[in-house]
């Protein structure tokens, strides 16, 4: 047993969605590396994706809800009550979810059903889970959004959708913050630039495309990413609420 400096989220519960998607499986091991036992909502057709083993096999104890997505609010709601009631209580929670569509605002063959839906997951969803967490959980809590660097910046054509439903999110936490802030429990943004988990099937033009417009000119890893999550959800952040943290090597600047 590793002490209190080793196991920062030791007697911690996580709830994290989104946990098979982008930095999901690497924000898991990190806040299971801190001691924390997590509660993940995981997609697709296996009941547990194999991230999951090598978790439980170092120790951490793992409660995987299977989610069929996308979640209409009543399922988001229905989902993070059915996880307090099984675990019992809740400290930290890491909302990862995330549609990306790209479309030019002036294109004619624009799908607005597929853009309703993207606002839908990324926003709607968001905040019930958010809703829903922040009623169940302790003071001093943690709450953790997973967003994108272009609701500050949108340096690529086709974004603005997108981007709105990144900037949503971002006011919605620095508002929450002014809520909860009074019970201990801080909510904070990590927006993520050119992150390789979330590049992996876009073309290699546009991924060179998105190093060249950062200032270290390289892709950023998933497992950077989820320290700087990590750390949110840690006893270190304590003072530190309605902030963004842009992990995106310097795309924003």
């Known amino acids: 047993m590793g002490s209190h400096q080793e196991k920062p989220l030791a007697g911690k519960v996580a709830f994290l969605t989104g946990a098979d998607n982008g930095i999901g499986p690497a924000t898991a091991f990190a806040l299971a590396e801190g001691g924390a036992e997590l509660i993940l909502a995981v997609g697709g057709l296996e009941p547990e994706p194999a991230f999951v083993r090598p978790l439980r096999a170092a120790g951490a104890r793992v409660t995987v809800f299977h989610v069929i997505t996308p979640m209409s609010i009543e399922q988001c709601i229905r989902l ?144 950077e990413a989820a320290a700087a999550v990590a750390f949110l959800a840690s006893p270190a952040a304590s003072f530190i609420s309605g902030a963004t943290l842009n992990v995106d090597g310097g795309y924003s600047a």
């Not at 597929?114 to 709450?143: C, P, W, Y």
């Open 80 to 223: 993070v009550r059915r996880a307090i009631a099984i675990v019992g209580k809740l400290d930290i929670l890491v909302v990862n979810c995330e549609q990306r569509l790209q479309w030019q605002v002036d294109d004619l063959d624009l799908d607005e059903d597929a853009l309703e839906m993207q606002f839908a997951i990324n926003v709607r969803a968001s905040i019930a889970v958010i809703r829903t967490a922040i009623k169940g959980m302790r003071d001093h809590g943690r709450v953790i959004a997973v967003g994108s660097s272009v609701a500050d910046r949108v340096g690529t054509p086709g974004l603005a959708d997108y981007a709105a439903t990144r900037a949503a999110i971002a006011a919605f936490c620095r508002g929450a913050a002014h809520d909860v802030g009074p019970r201990g429990t801080t909510v904070n943004v990590v927006q993520l630039g050119a992150v390789d988990a979330l590049l992996e099937s876009v073309p290699l033009a546009q991924r060179q495309a998105e190093i060249e417009a950062n200032a270290m000119k390289r892709l950023g890893t998933a497992q």
